[in-house]
């Protein structure tokens, strides 16, 4: 699992304001338009997310919360 925080478009490591062609850019809207499997929200930017072993992608925060109810 790793750790990551999108950048918000128009920052320095964020994608570009408007929309483009970038791969790099379209990645990152995708994955911030993507919904967190733990709370249904949207990705979004300038968050905590982590991307687990199966791809699913959700808020680091929420996974704490998962993780803590499960007792862990
Ligand atoms: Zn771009
Ligand atoms: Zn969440």
């Keep these: ?4 925080t ?5 920052s320095e490591y964020g994608p570009c304001l408007d929309p ?6 379209q990645e990152i809207r995708h994955i911030a338009q993507s919904k967190c499997r733990t709370c249904s929200l949207d990705i979004g930017y300038d968050r905590e997310i982590m991307m687990l072993a ?4 959700v808020h680091a925060d ?6 803590e109810k499960a007792g862990k």
């Design 62 to 67: 929420c996974l704490e919360g998962v993780l």
């Design 1 to 4: 699992m790793s750790i990551t």
């Design 20 to 25: 483009c062609g970038h791969i790099d850019c």
């Design 6 to 10: 999108l950048s918000a478009p128009g």
């Design 54 to 57: 199966d791809g699913t992608i």
